[in-house]
């Protein structure tokens, strides 16, 4: 396993667990610039904000273009050459956002087996006929990315 990815997805659950002062699902996100240095972070905000879109990559993605455009980096809206990082296997719209993107590579935690969209129940990041593809680095310290997830449900049964 790349060590860089495990460093990276460190840096992701502890975006996952400052979710859970906001009693929103603990799934972290961040977004790697091309050099290997944090550009942006992001949380599941979905309660916080009252927002259905404000999912970890969503929010991380949305603060990269930000932080490139403050730096008068940005081409617009491409993160081309950075890296996702994300506890949970992305959903179906947080997968569409990184093909619109142009993130090349998503590494992720655990596998989401009811609505991941980046090899378990759809693979859009992969599809074909799209005119983007993304590598997919999954399993990064998936027992400690699930682990985090089957806490915070049980607590709510």
């Known amino acids: 396993m790349n060590r860089e990815h495990e460093a990276w997805m460190d840096l ?65 809206w491409r993160l081309e050459d950075c890296t996702l990082v994300v506890t949970l296997e992305p959903c179906a719209m947080c997968a569409g956002a990184i093909v619109l993107a142009r993130i090349p590579r998503v590494v992720f935690g655990a596998w989401d087996e009811k ?7 759809f693979d859009i990041v992969r599809e074909p006929r799209l005119n983007h593809w993304v590598e997919v680095y999954p399993r990064v310290r998936e027992q400690e990315c699930a682990g985090l997830l089957r806490d915070f449900f049980r607590s709510k049964r």
């Open 12 to 76: 992701a659950l502890d975006e996952a667990r400052a979710a859970l002062a906001t009693d929103d699902v603990p799934i972290g996100a961040v977004v790697i610039s091309p050099d290997g240095k944090l550009l942006s972070t992001g949380r599941n905000e979905r309660e916080a904000l009252k927002d259905p879109t404000a999912h970890a990559e969503v929010v991380a993605i949305r603060n990269a273009v930000s932080v490139l455009a403050a730096r008068g980096e940005d081409d617009g």
């Open 115 to 121: 609505a991941g969209a980046c090899g378990s129940v």
